[in-house]
T-cell receptor
Framework: DAKTTQPNSMESNEEEPVHLPCNHS???????IHWYRQLPSQGPEYVIH???SNVNNRMASLAIAEDRKSSTLILHRATLRDAAVYYC????????????FGKGTRLHILP | GAGVSQTPSNKVTEKGKYVELRCDPI?????LYWYRQSLGQGPEFLIY????????DSGLPNDRFFAVRPEGSVSTLKIQRTERGDSAVYLC?????????FGQGTRLTVV
């Protein structure tokens, strides 16, 4: 399994963009990069995934480095509701057919 | 809504007792996953079903833990002779492909 490195925690002001980094230097060429988040007292929820090209959806954008050894989840305008733990997970539900969670980044949003 | 449903939401049991935790996945989802999560940690994989069969049970910590999915939909996680260390939130997820949908979890407390 590809190992990931994420900051333990980050802070951002409400209504400002947030860039959540993830290093996954051992990722294989066919592994997608998935992001999930877990709001307080909730189960994790899917955010976004991508392979090589940058991806956008209604929740966030995913910027993937050209060498694919890192990626950044971008929340364009953080709200208090975005306070959560964000998990970067290479190859979720693919080769091993399961999601292996790391410790993630705890994002604090300041009002 | 038609999300993943877990019952009970909370369960308090005495050390040594037997407990069953139930998961109702999203209708039609063939894959079902069980995780457990301790405070401050990411979800820890326990077992994964594809249809009725356990495709990967490598995360079950010992033989006190067992899970079934007899008709390929509802699943039950069974814990025998509970120990205080089993206290955690038990999460269930279901999937059809690239995205997993999680329930709210069952908080198990062993006293």
């Amino acid at each position: 399994d590809a190992k990931t490195t994420q900051p333990n925690s980050m802070e951002s002001n409400e209504e400002e963009p947030v860039h959540l980094p993830c290093n996954h230097s051992t990722i294989s060429g066919t592994d997608y990069i998935h992001w999930y988040r877990q709001l307080p007292s909730q189960g994790p929820e899917y955010v976004i995934h991508g392979l090589t090209s940058n991806v956008n959806n209604r929740m966030a954008s995913l910027a993937i480095a050209e060498d694919r050894k890192s990626s950044t989840l971008i929340l364009h305008r953080a709200t208090l509701r975005d306070a959560a733990v964000y998990y970067c997970i290479p190859d979720a539900l693919n080769r091993d057919d399961k999601i292996i969670f790391g410790k993630g980044t705890r994002l604090h949003i300041l009002p | 809504g038609a999300g993943v449903s877990q019952t009970p939401s909370n369960k308090v049991t005495e050390k040594g007792k037997y407990v069953e935790l139930r998961c109702d996945p999203i209708s039609g989802h063939t894959a079902l996953y069980w995780y457990r999560q301790s405070l401050g940690q990411g979800p820890e994989f326990l077992i994964y079903f594809q249809g009725t069969g356990a495709a990967d049970d490598s995360g079950l910590p010992n033989d006190r833990f067992f899970a079934v999915r007899p008709e390929g939909s509802v699943s039950t996680l069974k814990i025998q002779r509970t120990e205080r260390g089993d206290s955690a939130v038990y999460l269930c997820a279901s999937s059809l492909g690239t995205e997993a949908f999680f329930g709210q979890g069952t908080r198990l407390t062993v006293v």
